[in-house]
């Protein structure tokens, strides 16, 4: 799986997931149990990964949606 976005924000996480779930994308919010390590302040981001054959298709779905901006670049 690939990187898609890498955020601490619960709200975008969110919307990002229904992106994906809406547009059929398995994907995989990694991090999400690092909490326990920072106490469940929110500092550690979480990352949404998806499968690499998906990434170009989720990406553009992002940018649709007005958060092209929040894309990984690597």
Same mark, same amino acid.
């Given at each position: 799986?690939?990187?898609?976005?890498?955020?601490?924000?619960?709200?975008? $996480?969110?919307?990002? %997931?229904?992106?994906?779930?809406? =547009?059929?994308?398995?994907?995989?919010? /990694?991090?999400?149990?690092?909490?326990?390590?920072?106490?469940?302040?929110?500092?550690?981001?979480?990352? $949404?990964?998806?499968? %690499?054959?998906?990434?170009?298709? =989720?990406?553009?779905?992002?940018?649709? /949606?007005?958060?092209?901006?929040?894309?990984?670049?690597?």
């Amino acid at each position: 799986m690939k990187e898609l976005v890498r955020t601490n924000d619960a709200v975008l $996480i969110s919307f990002i %997931e229904a992106l994906m779930r809406d =547009a059929g994308i398995a994907y995989l919010v /990694a991090d999400q149990n690092m909490s326990v390590v920072d106490g469940s302040l929110g500092i550690l981001p979480r990352r $949404i990964m998806v499968e %690499e054959d998906e990434l170009v298709r =989720a990406r553009a779905i992002l940018a649709d /949606a007005g958060i092209g901006h929040e894309i990984e670049k690597h």
